[in-house]
């Protein structure tokens, strides 16, 4: 006698054990088909937002604290604000647009992923504007404070010397390098630092990585952020370009085009593209191997994406799989319905 198939697996949403008001049901539709974009480009411009707005509020309490002598920040605490600002950026954003918060990631995409050009142009505008934004909102914040020590440092004399350099009110907001510094030094800097966190970042991307879970990958990511910045922010890194563009257009706005910042500009903000990408493909030849097995983590997560796709599409009812489910009728995965995103 032929096997009866056993059940397809039930998919517990949202809507089935605490259905959200009409007026929110009616926009989830709306999201789901006329703005998606929008709404996956908000959330790449917000995650930028939370990474820039905990790490730039750190470094404007450690530049003004040393102006004024008084030890209000630190390098370790710049670094762990930025890592718990990355962590932030990827826990709440992430679900919505895939949480890429860097051009360099979502360039990968594009090449690695298939991602659609158009997309990534929209998601790297939105990046650069979230960096932006954080760094004008943390400015109106910090502004009385600016304010009197760019007051006491032009009384002195000293505020011209200063304003545009790591040690100045500007340097809370853009990256500049101290005067003096050899900038193919500094090149190599930011080059080995992102490469390394590229490989990082890949790594936990990596489906078949048993030593990261979807759950400890943000704190990973976020981690390596903090080592580059305690080790070698000194010496000029900026690690992300929408950090690095956002801060930029912000002190352009703020003080003019005096706040440029000559050639390291161009090195700050373009560095950590080819960086990145050299770390990507670095893992990809190196250190990934299709012929290894997804954990049990990652079936989970990339069933509970399709179950969410399908979902949103209107393609089930009632909970079920679809046909074409990521679990066969045995309850088993079926690897090849899996989508990796």
């Known amino acids: 006698m032929a096997a009866h198939p056993l059940p397809q697996p039930r998919f517990t949403h949202l809507a089935d054990v605490a259905p959200r008001p009409r007026l929110l049901s009616s926009w989830e539709r709306i999201r789901h088909r006329q703005a998606h974009w929008f709404v996956e ?91 932006y934004i954080a760094c004008l909102v943390v400015y109106v914040q910090y502004e009385h404070l600016i304010s009197t020590v760019s007051t006491a440092l ?24 101290l005067p003096g510094s050899k900038l193919g030094q500094v090149f190599l ?9 590229g490989i990082t970042i890949w790594g936990c991307f990596d489906p078949t990585n048993f030593m990261v ?26 690690a992300n370009a929408a950090r690095d563009v956002g801060g930029r257009l912000a002190v352009l706005t703020l003080w003019g085009r005096g706040a440029s910042g000559g050639s390291y500009a161009a090195i700050s903000s373009l560095t950590n593209i080819p960086a990145t990408l050299s770390g990507i493909l670095f893992y990809e030849v190196f250190l990934r191997d299709s012929s290894r097995v997804l954990t049990a983590a990652n079936v989970e997560f990339f069933a509970g994406h399709k179950a969410h796709e399908e ?30 995103a």
Not at 48 to 62: E, I, R
Not at 156 to 171: H, I, R, Y
Not at 216 to 233: D, E, K, R, V
Request: charged share 10%.
């Open 213 to 238: 879970s979807p759950i400890a990958a943000p704190w990973l990511i976020g981690m390596t952020y903090a080592m580059a910045i305690w080790g070698y922010s000194p010496i000029g890194l900026a």
């Open 41 to 131: 480009c908000c959330a790449e411009a917000f995650g930028v937002f939370l990474y820039v707005f905990a790490g730039v509020g750190s470094q404007a309490g450690y530049v003004l604290g040393n102006l004024a002598q008084l030890p209000l920040s630190s390098i370790f605490q710049i670094g762990l604000a930025y890592a718990m600002g990355i962590v932030l950026a990827i826990v709440l954003c992430a679900g919505t647009s895939g949480g890429h918060f860097n051009p360099a990631v979502t360039i990968a995409f594009v090449i690695t992923k298939k991602f659609p050009p158009l997309k990534a142009l929209r998601y790297i505008i939105a990046q650069i504007l979230g960096g």
């Open 311 to 340: 979902h949103k599409a209107g393609n089930i009812t009632g909970g079920h799989a679809s046909s074409d489910s990521t679990y066969s009728a045995d309850g088993k995965v079926n690897p090849e319905n899996i989508e990796v």
């Open 154 to 177: 032009s009384a002195a004399g000293k505020l011209d010397a200063v304003l545009f350099t790591p040690s100045g009110p500007a340097g809370i907001f853009a990256l500049y390098v």
């Open 189 to 197: 800097n930011e080059f080995v630092c992102d490469f390394v966190i």
